[in-house]
């Protein structure tokens, strides 16, 4: 009987004039496109420089500036207070003020204050944009102290020179970051909110009525529902690895075998969250709001943007009940730190408790109702 | 209610009730359908019938009484009697997606048989739209549809067939060929349960039940309905037709009055006026060329013969 079931089920998938192309198309775009745009690297930042002093000194530090690509030089103003206009207009996101006799000074190798102050109203760049610009600053003195050789007066900092060595993504690629998580959208979409538009799509039709009264049994009709959205998941999650792959050289340090096993788990979670929402929903309408929501908020709670330890204590609580989190955290630590099964054995089990969890729940909010 | 009675009969029904809140759709309904039978439940829109076929074919529960479909009781035995009915919701509820065929042979498989085994039953209306078996369900007109539908809740040879409203929104010519269709089933030894709001459809059935707000008004053959009808009838045809409707509606020793097709139907409190004095009365109201004629019940008469009494026995 199942086996006429899934026949049905993918023949109308593969009929239907969206979906086929969506399971192709869903992940491309989320791969292509995404990573390129959601990126945390600030460049062209408006800065606005107030140089008061003029010399051959602030000019190459402007230059310096300019040449690291992530500023913008897009005013030069007399005084502070027509630089601040700049930056209440806009134009400029961050300035700069360059003292009196800066340039003097470091020839002459006393310390020198200059000003930064940054728009934070978009909080991601001026934060980020003050610490590169810090960076940029501090290179440069490190530069005029060893080109004139004062180590006496060398200015506070550069007594001894910081090279971070960022772990398991070197170069700080926001990219490597994002694509594991982007998986795993793509692969929610498709294993959670497909299969339950198609059980509200039948209760909308009448045709699950007409089903009720033939002797298919429930658990045979959702799992003929589930089948075939757990394989479009795993195309689509093939897609997903193997664009990452092409496109962008990203390759799992850890096995691909252990993306896949985390990924099945995830979806058999999900689909069961799919499932419970489909149990409560009349309408298709419903069913997309519902599902939104919890998506928006499952993702938020999980770590795809923002790291977990930064939210306050609470939210790092309510992170556990998103099962975004265990899903992206473990296919990031294959990804990046080469991570296998046996490390990550509280995110698999946390997985599987969700998919006993939204299971069971479908399970008993479907007997209630019937 | 005897056992004698439970084997005889296909359908069961004791005092069924079911409310939704506050509506009561159904209200203490008991009837039974004998084998072979085709039963008609005939009434207007939202008088329960669509309800009452859901609770029998096991897709709701009741609130109280009890049900046997073919032996089997509604509640205990659900999974036995959705493998011997047939059941053809009010609206078009195939797969809009699947072709004509496609979606025959998924029903066929469900139920663990195939078209082969019981072609038989279907070839006559299959035969009709089997020139469009490679087309979509849903791109098929109303009428092909329906047959469709149909063939849908037959394949698999069931004991009971309820069809819920099957010709509404069907041509005439359709209708017709369907009724058809009914009487070949029929002889198959198909019980048949249908609903339908037309009061013409009532006496194509072998008994009918007529239904509203919930309540059975009276379950008879149809020739036994029309032949329990105690007053007499009276077609009045005029100019002015609506005028004619208000004129009657306020004369004095009017009992009822309904618009029906291009005449009106009344009746008279017959020991207070005649037809004569009517007559007099209409001229008054400056009603020209007025005939009255008396005629014979139909079924839709019947129907509002029995509305009025059970709201004269309200008051």
Known sequence: ?370 | MNKNNCQLSTVNCHLISKSYGVVKALENISFEVEKGEIFGIIGPDGAGKTTLFRILTTLILADSGTATVDGRDVVKEYNEIRKHVGYMPGRFSLYQDLTVEENLDVFAKVFNTSIEENYHLIKDIYVQIEPFKKRRAGKLSGGMKQKLALCCALIHKPSVLFLDEPTTGVDPVSRKEFWEMLKRLKNEGITILVSTPYMDEAALCDRIALIQNGQFLKIETPENIVNQFAQELWTVKGVQMSKLLNDLRQYEHIRTCFAFGDTHHITLESNMSTVENLQDYLQTKGHLQVEIKPTKASIEDCFMELTFEKSESYD
Request: net charge positive; proline share 5%.
């Open chain 1, 1 to 370: 009987m199942l086996r006429y079931l899934l026949e049905k089920e993918i023949k109308q998938f593969v009929r239907n004039s969206f979906l086929p192309k969506m399971v192709v198309m869903l992940p491309l775009m989320a791969m292509l496109i995404f990573p390129l745009i959601a990126n945390f690297e600030i460049k062209n930042i408006n800065l606005c420089v107030v140089d008061h002093d003029r010399s051959i000194q602030s000019q190459k530090l402007i230059q310096k500036i300019q040449s690291s690509g992530y500023f913008r030089i897009t005013d030069v103003a007399e005084s502070y207070q027509r630089a601040m206009l700049q930056v209440e207009s806009n134009n400029s996101d961050m300035l700069l003020e360059i003292p009196v006799a800066f340039g003097k000074d470091i020839e002459q190798g006393t310390s020198t204050n200059v000003l930064i102050a940054a728009n934070a109203v978009n909080g991601v760049k001026g934060g980020l944009g003050s610490s590169y610009l810090t960076a940029i600053l501090q290179n440069f003195s490190v530069d005029i102290a060893t080109k004139i050789q004062l180590p006496k007066a060398m200015p506070q900092g550069a007594g001894f020179s910081i090279i971070p060595r960022f772990w398991f993504n070197p170069t700080l690629n926001y990219k490597m970051f994002m694509i594991p998580a982007l998986m795993i959208m793509v692969l929610a979409i498709v294993s959670g909110f497909l299969p339950a538009m198609n059980i509200v799509g039948e209760k909308e039709s009448g045709t699950i009525e007409q089903m009720n009264v033939t002797p298919v049994g429930r658990f045979q009709f959702i799992l003929a529902k589930l089948i075939p959205y757990w394989l479009v998941g795993f195309i689509a999650l093939s897609i997903a690895v193997l664009v990452s792959r092409w496109v962008y050289g990203f390759k799992p340090q850890g096995s691909i075998v252990t993306v896949y096993l985390f990924a099945s788990m995830f979806m058999l979670a999900f689909s069961g969250f799919g499932l419970v929402i489909s149990n409560y929903a009349k309408t298709m309408q419903q069913a997309i709001f519902m599902i939104l929501f919890f998506l928006l908020t499952f993702i938020f709670l999980s770590g795809f943007y923002t790291p977990i330890n930064n939210m306050p204590q609470w939210g790092q609580v309510l992170s556990n009940f998103s099962p975004f989190k265990f899903i992206i955290q473990s296919v990031r630590l294959v990804y990046l730190k080469g991570c296998g099964f046996a490390d990550m054995l509280p995110q698999f089990f946390a997985l599987c408790g969700f998919a006993v969890f939204f299971n069971g729940w479908a399970v008993l909010s479907y007997r209630k109702k019937s």
